[in-house]
């Protein structure tokens, strides 16, 4: 059976079947030739017609001699003027040709050991040269061009050229020897690939046949033709993943029951009480979304998306309260120890007027502490249960716990979800994040989940201003740093992982310390903070800063998330090109939370262009969301899912720019073939296959396929 996605690797190996005819077979193929190809992955008839071009070359692009670019590849029709075939000293020959267009221009063509060329280059014969041109002097040049004959019908300039693939190739390999494979491939076996897609199917979403675009992704006729291939193809591989992904939320739906919990009147405005500000609309259609959600006795699966400082806590403690109101527990888990104990913190300064009873739980308590925590949250003495993803692990039933909240957690992907959900009850599940995730990655790495997200910020949340800061200027920016600590703010100075090793890291941290201390910042009170630090250490370094005893904290990124503290106004990044642009933005959110506004300065050296582009996307936005779509542009199509993220495997031709709408229309059909239970018709029974091969054990899919 033959599987129609590009890189196919899943075909039977049963010798009477023609698709899995081994490389040897195929035809033109040479023994030697039969191990590189092997190295490229191509063992089969079906490897060699899924693997697609990585990119073609465009010969269609016919240009005067005058209007020819550097670099740019084109294609020029000429005549053949003067021939000449030279040896050089060494042995090789040199075979070159001067050409003249229809409008009297001339360029030379050129090649070197390739005498047999001399042949093709009858004087006064008319060809087609395609290659990039670069300047010679004053004159125009091919080296190598590609020759094509020009049909006798046709006439003048108006010769059709060709879209050519282009291969991933090894050492030892050629671009021709992979064409001429993929060719006769193509004519001997593209007839026994059979369509996955129901015929029906294929008809009423306009798609390309899987003969057709089979054809026509490797020798595309036109670039219109080519498109249609690809969106077929793209089609296919973005609703296996989509279905994959409606099928899971299905079945985490339909599998256990969740507790319904009920928010009343009374139960809101006992909730509300507790803060100190009304709640802004967009918390409020976040808190609405959830309470809908809990309120059913299918678990909750939402991701609540937003940026750094617009306000997720509260949800998060609404959410929790009204559990606790229902008479059950709440759990909150945080990525790290420091943000675990802030979490505790807020909530015990917020719920001080509560009845609400709290624990936490972090891996860095005494063996006596955590068997306390568990105790009460055995036997129910507490509601509310704060701690790090250690939780997890913990040696523990909870039988009443009914909500769990993961906060800051993009890196918690549909793998790491598919754990939690194993354990005991069914609990409402609420992840945040702060790293604004364009819309299309969110449909796809928490394609499972539904979304809610707060956009903008609660009222009296400051401008935070960012510049970049070349070496030259860092005096300037020191000065005015410390204008700002004298006007009373506070400041942050991050350090990057410049070294290897951990202990080199805070080796460099210490030393940038100490140069603060007696330099730049010589009149202020320092303090630094690390991930060696132990959690009682930390916390008194943070705890001194918030406070304000401590004027700027000194620090490895350990401070990126969820850190709060409102007098915070002013940031210095060192080497700012060590951080992706999401941990810039993560970091810039802990200045300008108070009554003022926030400066952040990104230092960076020398920069080769790309990187600075990254920089510049960054200053030139503080909407995190906008820069999370700048990000995913500059980085292109590689591996955007980054599979260590969520453990999907990486796509292999849809990209989700590119792709965006090809994207939510699959979307949209994967889901309704879902909920409609018509995925389990027959005539997808072989689509069904594909997503099981791909799919089930990564996202524990149950009965399918
Ligand atoms: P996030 O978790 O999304 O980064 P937080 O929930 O920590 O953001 O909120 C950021 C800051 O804004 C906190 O200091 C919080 O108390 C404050 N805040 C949240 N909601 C409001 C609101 N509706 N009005 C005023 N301040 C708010
Ligand atoms: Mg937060």
């Known amino acids: 059976m033959a599987e129609n996605e590009p890189g196919n690797g899943g075909v039977d190996q049963d010798a009477s079947h023609g698709l899995a005819t081994p490389i040897h077979l195929l035809g033109g193929v040479s023994s030697s030739q039969v191990p590189l190809l092997q190295k490229l992955q191509l063992r089969t008839a079906a490897d060699v017609l899924f693997r697609f071009p990585r990119t073609y070359q465009d010969l269609t692009d016919i240009r005067a001699i005058g209007e020819l670019e550097a670099g740019v590849t084109a294609s020029v029709c000429g005549t053949v003027a003067e021939v000449e075939q030279k040896r050089t000293s060494t042995g090789k020959t040199i075979t070159g040709a001067v050409i003249h267009d229809s409008h009297g221009a001339s360029m030379r063509v050129m090649w070197f050991n390739q005498p047999f060329i001399r042949s093709r280059l009858q004087r006064g014969k008319r060809l087609m040269f395609s290659g990039k041109p670069k300047l010679a002097g004053l004159r125009w040049e091919f080296v190598h061009p590609r020759i094509q004959p020009i049909e006798e019908s046709e006439s ?77 193809f793209v ?97 909150i888990m945080a990525p790290t120890e420091v943000l675990a104990r802030q979490h505790f913190e807020t909530l015990g300064k917020a719920l001080s007027q509560a009845r609400v009873r709290l624990a936490l739980w972090t891996g860095s308590q005494t063996t006596a502490e955590r068997r306390q925590a568990l105790e009460d949250i055995q036997n129910g003495n507490v509601d509310l249960i704060v701690g790090t993803q250690a939780l997890l692990h913990a040696d523990c039933e909870f039988p009443n716990l009914r909500l769990v909240v993961v906060d800051e957690q993009h890196k918690f992907g549909v793998q790491q979800r598919a754990r939690l959900r194993e354990s005991g009850v069914a609990p409402h599940y609420l992840v945040m994040t702060a790293t604004p995730i364009p819309r299309t990655v969110a449909m796809t790495a928490f394609g499972d989940l539904d979304t809610s997200s707060i956009e903008g910020n609660p009222p009296g949340r400051q401008e935070i201003n960012s510049y970049l800061v070349p070496t030259a200027k860092q005096a ?90 409102p007098n915070a106004g002013v940031m210095t990044i060192m080497n700012g090109e060590r951080f992706g642009l999401a941990q810039l933005h993560q970091m810039r959110g802990r200045v300008g939370r108070g009554i003022h506004a926030g400066y952040v300065g990104v230092f960076h050296g020398e920069l080769a262009e790309e990187k600075m582009k990254r920089l510049e996307a960054f200053v030139s936005t503080s909407n995190g969301f906008k820069l999370a779509e700048l990000d995913f542009e500059l980085r292109g199509p590689g591996d955007l899912l980054g599979t260590k993220q969520h453990g999907l495997p990486p796509l292999r031709i849809a990209d989700l720019i590119r792709d965006s709408e090809v994207l939510m229309e699959v979307r949209a059909i994967a889901r309704q073939l879902v909920d409609s239970y018509e995925f389990r018709q027959p005539e997808f029974a072989k689509l069904l296959n594909q997503v099981a091969r791909r799919y089930k054990k990564r996202l524990e899919l149950g009965d399918v396929g």
């Not at 064409?179 to 306009?206: C, G, S, W």
């Not at 949800?315 to 929790?320: D, L, N, Q």
């Not at 310390?513 to 010589?522: G, Y």
């Open 156 to 232: 003048g300039d108006q010769v059709a050229g060709e879209i050519l693939p282009v291969y991933p190739l090894t050492e030892g390999v050629k671009q021709n020897e992979l064409r001429y494979l993929a060719k006769q491939t193509l004519a001997d076996y593209v007839r026994q690939v059979e369509e996955v897609l129901p015929e029906e199917f294929v008809e009423r979403h306009k798609l390309w046949s899987i003969h057709q675009s089979l054809m026509q992704i490797h020798f595309p006729s036109d670039q219109e033709s080519l498109e249609h291939a690809r969106r077929r």
């Open 235 to 331: 089609f296919q591989e973005l609703l296996v993943l989509q279905l994959a992904l409606a099928i899971r939320r299905n079945q985490t739906q339909s599998a256990k029951k969740a507790e319904p919990l009920e928010t009343t009147a009374q139960i809101d405005a006992r909730i509300r009480r507790l803060f100190p500000f009304e709640f802004t609309d967009e918390q409020n259609k976040s808190i609405g979304e959830v309470v809908a959600d809990i309120a059913m006795d299918v678990p909750m699966n939402r991701l609540l998306q937003g940026d750094v400082g617009s306000g997720k806590t509260v949800v998060a403690i609404y959410a929790m309260l009204v559990a606790a109101a229902n008479g059950y527990q709440a759990a």
């Open 476 to 565: 300037d920016w020191w000065g005015f740093f410390r204008k700002q600590l004298r006007s009373g703010r506070q400041g942050y100075v991050i350090v990057p992982r410049l070294e290897e090793s951990e202990s080199q890291e805070i080796a460099s941290l210490v030393e940038m310390f100490e140069s603060l201390c007696n330099d730049e910042l010589e009149a202020f009170r320092l303090d630094l903070i690390h991930g060696r630090m132990s959690a009682e250490m930390k916390q008194t370094a943070m705890q001194s800063f918030h406070e304000g005893r401590t004027q700027v904290l000194v620090a490895t990124s350990v401070i990126e998330v969820g850190i709060d503290v």
